[in-house]
């Protein structure tokens, strides 16, 4: 107020006013075109997979000059074993895996982030230290244990020690979600007569959604797509997954269904796309407030 006279203030323009129209146009333009050209590879291998099979490594059109869908019939049932069962063991094998590391990870995760126990700290640093040591370096001791166990060639490797909370990562990002919320939700619940298990229970895990279901997601993804781990383990045709079975589709020593491989791996991105849409939200959510106090 001056001499009765109410000047306002006016906060001085952000980046986006002060930015023109011209540079507008050119920045959405570069990230157009540098996300095509991220997706060009994706795009690339569904339009080979209707085209005909001598067109596939000729051309680097995304267009097709004939749409052949004999790719997808010739690949899900042109093996000795339907598709459809490569699709079975690997959904079964990742459900097991997104089950397992959800709840395995996030009792590992409570105990360090809300229980008192002797050497917490030293076995919390214990459990980071594993994240530095590379998996092939404990591939051949765990190789010989699951083949003196008889586990050898069924799926009990790939699933059984996601159960014990071997992934690290998981509850590493478990723990540092569970120390944003408030501990006075613990002590109230403990004044009510809660135990331990029945605040994990009913506290921290409905107000840890978002951080289980990142868990979980990447855990299906990861799972889904493993080649190298059902490689080591897996030896008979039947229990194969579907990253083997699309090896399968490549023969070294004979002719080669390039159009039966692009089919298939275009299915097999089917199931992590809506497994990726349908928790889209919690993903965000879970990466973005991790770590931090709510």
């Not at 000729?58 to 069962?85: E, V």
């Not at 050497?119 to 699951?146: D, E, K, S």
Request: net charge neutral; with cysteine; proline share 5%.
């Amino acid at each position: 107020m001056t001499n009765g006279i109410t000047t306002a203030v006016t906060a001085p323009p952000s980046d986006i006013t002060k930015r023109s129209f011209p540079t507008s146009i050119a920045i959405h333009t570069l990230l157009i075109l540098g996300s095509l050209l991220m997706l060009y590879p994706l795009l690339w291998m569904v339009s080979a997979s209707v085209r005909p099979e001598n067109e596939i490594f000729s051309s680097t059109s995304l267009i097709p000059s004939s749409i052949d869908f004999s790719s997808y019939l010739r690949g899900w049932i042109g093996l000795d074993i339907t598709f459809g069962r490569f699709f079975w063991n690997s959904l079964v094998i990742s459900i097991l895996t997104v089950i397992g590391n959800v709840v395995a990870c996030s009792l590992a995760a409570y105990a360090f982030a809300r229980l008192r126990f002797a050497g917490r700290n030293f076995w919390f640093a214990i459990m980071l230290g594993t994240l530095m040591i590379p998996y092939h370096v404990t591939l051949i001791p765990q190789y010989v244990l699951f083949l003196n166990l008889g586990w050898v060639n069924t799926i009990l490797p790939l699933v059984v020690p996601k159960f014990l909370a071997s992934d690290a990562f998981f509850i590493f990002l478990m723990v540092q979600f569970f120390r944003g919320i408030p501990r006075e939700l613990d002590e109230a619940a403990m004044m009510d007569g809660c135990s331990a298990w029945r605040i994990y229970w009913k506290i921290m895990l409905p107000l840890s959604l978002p951080v289980l279901a990142t868990a979980a997601i990447f855990s299906f993804i990861w799972t889904w797509d493993d080649f190298f781990g059902p490689l080591i383990y897996l030896n008979d045709m039947n229990t194969y997954t579907i990253q083997l079975g699309l090896r399968t589709f490549v023969d070294s020593t004979s002719a080669s269904d390039w159009g039966g491989l692009f089919a298939m791996s275009t299915l097999t991105l089917v199931p992590v796309f809506f497994f990726f849409l349908f928790f889209q939200r919690l993903l965000i959510e879970g990466i973005a407030t991790t770590g931090m106090k709510r």
